[in-house]
Nanobody, 120 residues
Framework: VQLVESGGGMVQAGGSLRLSCKGN????????MGWFLRAPGKEREYVAS????????YYADSVKGRFTISRNNGLKMVYLHMNNLKPDDTGTYYC??????????????WGQGIQVTVSS
């Protein structure tokens, strides 16, 4: 199984980015997916997750109303649309497969991570 993130980079506060994750080697249309953030000096924390059908999406309180998770099972892709970005959103974002849980231990597979930097 391989999860490959793309779309990170640097943006000013208030800006937007879209992260993408390609899932290879798993039954993607039966896999719940999630996004996590490891901010500098902090533990990995939950950001958002989506059911394998795409009908259920869930968010950390800190990103509700600003981030949207979506997926395209035909393309084996999951996305994280990030709007109104804040400096606290800075860090490494990880795509994960296997659950919609907030606990990272519930996930079976992880991407290598991609950096997002939000400047004030």
């Amino acid at each position: 199984v391989q999860l490959v993130e793309s779309g990170g980079g640097m943006v000013q506060a208030g800006g937007s980015l879209r992260l993408s994750c390609k899932g290879n080697g798993l039954t993607f249309d039966r896999a719940a997916m999630g996004w996590f953030l490891r901010a500098p000096g902090k533990e990995r924390e939950y950001v958002a997750s989506i059911s394998w059908t795409g009908t259920g999406s869930y968010y950390a309180d800190s990103v509700k109303g600003r981030f949207t998770i979506s997926r395209n099972n035909g393309l084996k892709m999951v996305y994280l649309h990030m709007n109104n970005l804040k400096p606290d959103d800075t860090g490494t974002y990880y795509c994960a497969a296997g659950s919609t849980d907030k606990d990272p231990r519930a996930y079976n597979y992880w991407g290598q991570g991609i950096q997002v930097t939000v400047s004030s």
